[in-house]
């Protein structure tokens, strides 16, 4: 008979439901820790105790969630994965920020339906009224300390990525005798940082060079992408045209959580200025726009209350947070027109207005100007005690060196925080390196530094570059053509087959970036998605890579192997083509008939 409770510490914990292995329970705290408003607030966590039954637990692992808003009990299963082997001895501990996911997740039916704007934002502020000041990450963090004593936890391993290293940051600043080590994971620092975010267009203007550079197909074009791109924008500013200015800042913004981005920006904006091709514009827009929208209807799940909740009262704002909403929109505007006065190309190539038009959640500097003010007893900005510092333990700062969402220069803010610090960027990945990582290398260089407190990096160096699309193309005699690889093939079958692979890949790229179960071609047709986990498989029906070629068939990605296959067909034609997915300058190697006719090719695959 499985057993229905496990006590840990003081504490009752039961089965999680659904997730095998998994203890759940709740840990009733103070609403307000200055006991000006009453009542209490249950926080969930998760606990996985250390696989090894028998054997003492060699110490507690603590992972914290990005968002802010997502619950870190709901990213269990990546946890798991990264920390492996670890977990035969060590405990892992996964808490439920309060106002996320089982600590009562607040629901703001506005933003969590619709966009997040500012009179959406002032009526969940309303809604929580004198509760407003509640949600810091200071509480979260003291949260965390009771749940450590109730458990009867002493130092543990820390681990954050994106908004969790913030976390991680002011727990251990408020609670340094709790850590004995910490990872930072897309890191940007507690403590010092600018309102303005003033880092985020030179790492923009740098990654899409660098991105090209490193991908043969783009550097072999010479020249800048981001000359391209600017040449793009000033095209954009001339109506009518197909995306705003603001949309192609926000598109370049999100490239650090969709590489996509990368992968088709600079053929994008080549498509346009050569052809006036919109389409591969078009869609990179609708793709960024999917970030804006509201999280899943349940706020369990992603709560964006609690997102603006704890940005308001913990982030550096340009304007003062003490004054009345109304006040402090006039102290805005007054700090808006000065900057546009004294750093007008603080954002460029875009202008501060263009890039501050992107949406709330990704501009920051507008989305607190109609928050209530705090309470003296919580005053926004001070998640960490002034004179407070980060305790003497070893800490490992990881960030990619594509990452638009958390720079390497905020990196290197949060790591120099740290006395006994190891900084690594990572080359070739975007935002958050260890989580998912298909490579092996950000995951174990976790690892081995929680293990051994050592740095074994080389491999960091090594990750291929992000494949970049060579050329789109609105009809099929303006695809790049295959290479043949035997005698007497035809310039248009090697066409079509590059456009028949084209399709495939570029498919099965945006179900695993984006995690789609279905999804339309570039031009047309439509494909549908699933996975075990390791295997993804798609199904092609009509897709058009091009405006007059649709092909269907399957394709199939298998994360075991890192390769994938394609049987593609079409009216007179049907092929196989295989490919590595992760390999630099990857071929794919391709087979089949045209017509009766033999087909066998090569070419590069985006």
């Not at 293990?451 to 005699?477: D, E």
């Not at 084209?502 to 498919?507: I, L, R, V």
């Not at 390791?534 to 007059?548: A, F, P």
Request: charged content about 20%; aromatic content about 8%.
């Amino acid at each position: 008979m499985l057993a229905t409770l496990l006590l840990v510490g003081n504490l009752s914990l039961h089965p999680c439901s659904g997730a095998s292995g998994y203890w759940c329970g709740t840990l009733t705290r103070p609403l307000d820790s200055a006991h000006r408003i009453p009542g209490t607030i249950a926080i969930g966590f998760t606990w996985l105790p250390h696989a090894r039954s028998g054997s003492a637990s060699q110490g507690t692992i603590v992972a914290a969630e990005g968002g802010p808003g997502y619950p870190s009990g709901a990213s269990r299963a990546g946890y798991r994965a990264l920390f492996g082997p670890l977990l035969q001895t060590r405990d892992l501990l996964l808490m439920d920020d309060r106002g996320t996911g089982r600590s009562e997740a607040i629901d703001c039916p506005d933003l969590q339906t619709g966009p997040m704007t500012l009179p959406a934002i002032a009526r969940c502020g309303a809604q929580l009224g004198a509760r407003s000041d509640l949600f810091g990450t200071d509480a979260a963090a003291d949260d965390l300390d009771a749940l450590l004593s109730a458990l009867r936890i002493g130092a543990a391993d820390f681990y954050g990525d994106s908004y969790g290293t913030f976390f991680v940051q002011v727990f251990a600043a408020r609670h340094p005798a709790r850590v004995r080590s910490v990872t930072l994971d897309g890191a940007y620092p507690a403590v010092g940082g600018d309102p303005w975010y003033p880092s985020t267009a030179p790492m923009l203007r740098s990654a899409f060079d660098r991105a090209c550079r490193r991908a043969p197909v783009c550097a072999a074009l010479g020249g800048s992408s981001l000359e391209r791109i600017g040449r793009l924008l000033i095209r954009l500013r001339t109506p009518p045209s197909p995306i705003a200015p603001a949309e192609l800042a926000f598109v370049m913004d999100s490239a650090g959580l969709d590489p996509l981005v990368f992968r088709d920006l600079d053929a994008a904006a080549r498509a346009y200025l050569d052809a006036r091709d919109a389409e591969p514009l078009r869609r990179l827009a609708r793709e960024a726009a999917q970030y804006e929208e509201p999280p899943p209807r349940d706020p369990r799940e992603g709560s964006n209350g609690l997102f603006v909740a704890s940005s308001c009262s913990d982030n550096p704002q340009a304007y003062d947070m003490g004054l009345a909403p109304a006040a402090r929109t006039a102290a805005w505007e007054r700090a808006l027109a000065e900057k546009r006065r004294t750093n007008a190309d603080l954002y460029a190539p875009f202008s501060i207005d263009e890039f501050l038009a992107i949406p709330l959640d990704y501009a920051y500097v507008p989305l607190c100007q109609n928050w209530p003010v705090a309470s003296p007893s919580h005053p926004a900005g001070q998640p960490i005690p002034a004179g407070a510092s980060m305790p003497n333990v070893p800490a490992l700062v990881l960030t990619g060196d594509l990452d638009t969402i958390t720079t390497p220069a905020e990196g290197d803010a949060a790591a120099a925080l740290f006395h006994d610090v190891r900084r690594v960027i990572v080359a070739n990945t975007t935002h958050v390196t260890a989580v998912g990582d298909p490579y092996g290398c950000a995951s174990g260089i976790v690892r081995n530094f929680i293990a051994r407190r050592s740095l074994h990096a080389q491999c960091a160096r090594t990750i291929p570059p992000l494949r970049l699309v060579p050329k789109f193309a609105r009809f099929i005699s303006g695809v790049p053509p295959a290479r043949a690889l035997a005698a007497g093939q035809r310039d248009r079958d090697l066409r079509l087959v590059a456009g028949a692979v084209d399709a495939a890949s570029d498919a099965l790229a945006r179900a695993g970036a984006l995690g789609m179960t279905e999804g339309s071609g570039l031009r047309g047709g439509a494909f549908v998605s699933s996975t075990d986990g390791e295997r993804t498989r798609i199904g092609l029906r009509d897709v058009k890579w091009t405006e007059d070629f649709a092909v269907s068939g399957t394709a199939t990605f298998d994360a075991r192997t890192g390769h994938a296959d394609a049987e593609l067909h079409w009216n007179g034609g049907n092929l196989h083509a295989t490919w590595p997915a992760y390999a630099n300058a990857a071929r794919a190697t391709i087979a089949g008939r045209i017509d009766g006719r033999s087909i066998h090719a090569s070419m590069p695959v985006p």
